[in-house]
């Protein structure tokens, strides 16, 4: 599929019937990849458990980090690393990008926006046999494995509670809320929220079933999980694990 510099190619009913669509074409990279179109683009605060790259194509792409706006345009990418929660706008006018989803540490994310960037300008088009390429290059030259990411380690079981976590720091439990909420932007029941969300992410990759997903995160039921699933990535479960 071209990706060109003018007209975009989704049709417009399929792009206001799927915003967001996530595929991991790459083989043996296993790399993640993620594209946005429409106007109705925003989402809630949450974070990765892998770096994000966010390149844009068409349009501009708003988010918020630590306070601060940050506008991507086009032929422009973003890195968010691992782990640092965002939350993106909606948009006045209409957005297509890709977001790239990989190992932290894995390969210069500055590196891999120019050569996107780069190809683009050269060529006036990216379609997705250049985009897989030039994408797979860079992480097998840094070394991502095939089976990396779905073997992430999880971040839960650390701690069960607020009041379970400030014990072991030592702190009433308002105190530690409040240094948590300061250092990481977002309260500690949300952060854990979003790392289960994560972790139903590495499951689902892996094909394992909705609801057994649901079981094995803490979660209430199966629609529980689709609910807020779909609020934090802008897809429900079943699509996700499709792709």
């Given amino acids: 599929m071209a990706i060109p510099l003018g007209p975009l190619c989704l049709s417009d009913s399929a792009a206001k019937a799927r915003a967001w669509q996530y595929s991991r074409p790459l083989g043996r990279t296993n790399v993640e990849l993620g594209t946005v179109r429409g106007f109705d ?53 209409e957005l297509f990008c890709i977001n790239i989803y990989k190992l932290p540490g894995e390969g210069t994310e500055a590196d891999l926006i120019s050569n996107l960037a780069c190809f683009r300008r050269r060529h006036g088009f990216l379609d997705w046999t250049d985009l897989t390429t030039i994408i797979e290059e860079h992480c097998t030259n840094a070394g991502l494995s095939s089976t990396q990411m779905c073997e992430m380690p999880s971040g839960m079981g650390q701690w069960h509670t607020v009041s379970e976590a400030a014990h072991f720091s030592g702190m009433s439990r308002e105190a530690f809320s409040r240094r948590f909420r300061r250092l990481h932007g977002i309260p500690p029941q949300a952060f854990q929220l979003l790392e289960k969300l994560n972790d139903a992410r590495r499951l689902l990759r892996k094909g394992d079933s909705i609801a057994d997903v649901a079981v094995q995160t803490g979660f209430a039921d199966q629609s529980h999980l689709g609910r807020l699933f779909r609020r934090a990535f802008g897809v429900t479960p079943g699509r996700y694990r499709a792709g």
């Fill in 41 to 93: 683009v925003g989402l809630p605060i949450h974070f990765h458990d892998e770096d994000q790259i966010t390149f844009v194509l068409s349009g501009s792409r708003r988010f918020v980090i630590n306070g601060e706006l940050i506008r991507v345009a086009p032929d422009e990418g973003r890195h968010i690393p691992a782990g640092v929660p965002h939350r993106s706008l909606a948009e006045d006018a």
